[in-house]
């Protein structure tokens, strides 16, 4: 297991404080991450903790997965890095997505299936 945890379901209003005290409990934090959102710095409900350890990591998806923290269940595993599984692409990566691109967009009405 890595170091670096994924942590989900966060009360909008956790901070990075409260996150390292918390998970201090399971081992030494190296590293604590709320994600905000850029205009407004509002918490987007999760974040990031690298433990110092892959002793404390483990310890901490154990002890910390499920807890009640402000009434929500935290969500805890280990960081998939960027990109690992979790990209939003379809296909062969070159279309962008939805559809579009590589090829031309007109195509010929067609009948409506009664």
């Given at each position: 297991?890595?170091?670096?945890l994924y ?6 209003k956790?901070?990075?404080?409260e996150l390292r005290?918390?998970?201090s ?35 901490a ?5 499920q ?15 960027k990109g690992?599984?979790?990209d939003?692409?379809?296909?062969d990566g ?7 691109g ?6 010929e ?5 009664w």
């Amino acid at each position: 297991m890595g170091r670096r945890l994924y942590i989900g379901n966060l009360p909008y209003k956790a901070t990075d404080e409260e996150l390292r005290e918390l998970f201090s409990q399971a081992g030494a934090v190296a590293n604590v991450q709320v994600m905000r959102d850029a205009a407004t710095g509002r918490a987007r409900g999760f974040g990031f903790i690298e433990m110092a350890t892959d002793e404390g990591a483990q310890k901490a998806v154990e002890q910390f997965h499920q807890y009640q923290m402000q009434g929500r269940a935290l969500v805890v595993n280990e960081a998939r890095p960027k990109g690992a599984g979790g990209d939003r692409s379809f296909g062969d990566g070159n279309r962008g997505g939805y559809g579009g691109g590589g090829g031309s967009s007109r195509r010929e009405p067609r009948e409506p299936r009664w």
